[in-house]
Nanobody
């Protein structure tokens, strides 16, 4: 089982990034997918989530209207489009796959928002 995040990097405030998480080794289309983030000295927090078939998405209040989660079950990939980035969005971003009691995590990708 692998979840491999990519797309992180350094961006100026107000900029955009698109994170990708490529899955393998499990039935991706049966898993709800989500993005979490963890900033230095803080707990890991849920950023966005999407059910197995797509549709109803959920977002943390801090990112509503700026971030969009989506998935392509044909490509076994989940995305996080991040717009209007702020310095407080700086964190390591992780994707997670969950199906009942089974949960998989990626290794994370660093996002740094700074001028």
């Amino acid at each position: 089982v692998q979840l491999v995040e990519s797309g992180g990097g350094l961006v100026q405030p107000g900029g955009s990034l698109r994170l990708s998480c490529a899955a393998s080794g499990f039935t991706f289309s049966s898993y709800a997918m989500s993005w979490y983030r963890q900033a230095p000295g803080k707990e890991r927090e849920l950023v966005a989530a999407i059910p197995s078939g797509g549709g109803n998405t959920n977002y943390a209040d801090s990112v509503k209207g700026r971030f969009t989660i989506s998935r392509d079950n044909a490509k076994n990939t989940v995305y996080l489009q991040m717009n209007s980035l702020k310095p407080e969005d700086t964190a390591v971003y992780y994707c997670r796959g969950r199906n009942w009691g089974t949960s998989y995590w990626g290794q994370g990708t660093q996002v740094t928002v700074s001028s």
